[in-house]
């Protein structure tokens, strides 16, 4: 198998994804790495909740990887999720793409995380020292 | 029928699941209509989808009674 999903309550370990992706006939990897960002909109941010629905998010991240190998001549995919609470720093998703060649590695990660964003039901709270709030939840 | 609150929807249901009793093949639409009729805070977030065995599901699909349903309030993983 060519894809690699998981969604996890513990620390991701970047270096898992790309060793797991690198294969002899790759020419380069790429890889996304989110972080927790310690301000928003001019709030400083303490800490992020994340919070995924497990199953229908697993089928969606699959079904962007495999959208991922349709469209680009790729080699593996490994995307990993983190659930809980994260603190600045932590790391909440990793994706590393291989390739025999950059450009499909680079535009294909772009993509993943890209839709990643628009389509996975997984939800961020962030907490700020006066309260909190779940993203792009209002207008 | 047994609906899965996530995000948001979790702070306005007061509850990661609700029991909602709705007519036999209800669709995705009138189920949006009753549940904002019962937590009208449900139209003042961004948008919201339903989810009906683990897809999105367009307001005209019909639910039967055996289905998992959840609203998906606007997505921010990443």
Same mark, same amino acid.
């Given at each position: 198998?060519?894809?690699?999903?998981?969604?996890?309550?513990?620390?991701?370990?970047?270096?898992?994804?790309?060793?797991?992706?690198?294969?002899?006939?790759?020419?380069?990897?790429?890889?996304?790495?989110?972080?927790?960002?310690?301000?928003?909109?001019?709030?400083?941010?303490?800490?992020?909740?994340?919070?995924?629905?497990?199953?229908?998010?697993?089928?969606?991240?699959?079904?962007?990887?495999?959208?991922?190998?349709?469209?680009?001549?790729?080699?593996?995919?490994?995307?990993?999720?983190?659930?809980?609470?994260?603190?600045?720093?932590?790391?909440?998703?990793?994706?590393?793409?291989?390739?025999?060649?950059?450009?499909?590695?680079?535009?294909?990660?772009?993509?993943?995380?890209?839709?990643?964003?628009?389509?996975?039901?997984?939800?961020?709270?962030?907490?700020?020292?006066?309260?909190?709030?779940?993203?792009?939840?209002?207008? | 029928?047994?609906?899965?609150?996530? +995000? *948001?929807?979790?702070?306005?249901?007061?509850?990661?699941?609700?029991?909602?009793?709705? %007519?036999?093949? $209800?669709t995705v639409g009138?189920l949006?209509?009753?549940?904002?009729?019962?937590?009208?805070?449900?139209? +003042? *977030?961004?948008?919201?989808?339903v989810?009906?065995?683990?897809?999105?599901a367009?307001d %005209?699909s019909? $639910?039967?009674?055996?289905?998992?349903?959840?609203?998906?309030?606007?997505?921010?993983?990443?």
């Open positions: 198998m060519n894809i690699d999903i998981k969604i996890l309550k513990e620390p991701l370990d970047i270096n898992v994804c790309i060793n797991w992706v690198m294969t002899p006939q790759s020419g380069g990897i790429d890889v996304f790495v989110g972080t927790v960002r310690n301000h928003t909109k001019g709030k400083k941010v303490l800490r992020l909740e994340f919070e995924a629905y497990e199953r229908m998010a697993m089928k969606e991240m699959d079904k962007i990887a495999r959208e991922m190998l349709q469209r680009w001549p790729l080699h593996k995919i490994a995307m990993h999720h983190r659930v809980g609470i994260l603190d600045v720093g932590e790391v909440p998703v990793v994706i590393a793409v291989s390739a025999a060649h950059r450009d499909a590695a680079f535009d294909a990660c772009r993509y993943a995380i890209d839709t990643l964003k628009q389509t996975v039901p997984i939800w961020k709270k962030e907490i700020f020292e006066d309260g909190e709030v779940w993203v792009a939840a209002h207008p | 029928m047994e609906i899965l609150a996530f +995000g *948001i929807v979790k702070d306005i249901f007061l509850a990661t699941s609700i029991d909602l009793i709705v %007519d036999e093949d $209800i009138a949006k209509q009753k549940l904002e009729g019962r937590y009208p805070q449900l139209r +003042g *977030i961004s948008s919201y989808m989810a009906v065995n683990d897809e999105y367009s %005209d019909i $639910i039967k009674d055996s289905d998992e349903v959840a609203i998906i309030p606007p997505v921010s993983g990443g």
